[in-house]
């Protein structure tokens, strides 16, 4: 567990702005096989704080036009509670504030894939998502056992039930990775950093080839 001061010192951080981190487009499969992720950066690291218990290590994220992807690791061998919570209007004033520190306002999260919704100082206010996966706005993860990373997909068209918005409106998503497990004797649980992550769109494929033949052509007339 990060201390109270270095807690605070975070929320300071966040409350001046999270990180933005340009997105990568890539399609990953969600299996036991995480070599999918190389090459995708690390958009947040978080040091040893938490032992005994759920301790949030390095966080890589990705997207293509229908999921959004998380590749989350840990400082040991547990993984099972953790949970991913989204600040959909990006205030940290509204939503349910996150162990009181106003790192962001949650209003929607999943505990492992488990889809919930949130309310001003309400961590789960019953009304839910609809969409993929399983028609609940659940997301896909692998693995569903305690281990030192996991990955996650969640659809970037799922709606919120309270009234049918959409739980990503626009091209950035602001995320943070949360637990309130602690080792034993310990006091509270781990925070990851604030994420702003800024939603990829595929490189023009034909782009190359169209220089290319326009090359060819400049070549032949010369």
Request: avoid cysteine.
């Amino acid at each position: 567990m990060r201390n109270t001061t270095v807690l605070t010192l975070i929320a300071g951080l966040a409350l001046g702005g999270a990180s933005a981190h340009a997105g990568t487009f890539a399609t990953i499969t969600i299996d036991d096989d995480h070599s999918d992720w190389a090459g995708i950066p690390v958009v947040d690291s978080d040091p040893a704080d938490n032992a005994g218990s759920i301790d949030i290590a390095t966080t890589q994220i990705a997207n293509d036009n229908d999921f959004l992807y998380i590749r989350n690791t840990f400082h040991g061998s547990l993984s099972l509670g953790l949970f991913t919570g989204i600040d959909i209007d990006e205030d940290s004033a509204t939503g349910f504030n996150i162990f009181g520190l106003d790192l962001i306002g949650q209003d929607a999260g999943w505990q492992n894939d488990f889809p919930f919704t949130s309310g001003d100082d309400v961590f789960n206010d019953g009304l839910g998502m609809s969409g993929e996966f399983f028609g609940s706005g659940a997301a896909l993860l692998d693995a569903f056992v305690d281990s030192d990373e996991r990955e996650m997909a969640i659809s970037l068209d799922v709606i919120l039930n309270e009234d049918g918005s959409p739980l990503f409106p626009d091209d950035t998503i602001t995320i943070l990775f949360w637990t309130d497990q602690s080792a034993p004797n310990g006091a509270g649980g781990d925070v990851s950093g604030v994420i702003q992550y800024q939603l990829a769109v595929p490189e023009p494929a034909s782009l190359g080839l169209v220089s290319l033949l326009g090359l060819a052509g400049i070549r032949r007339r010369g």
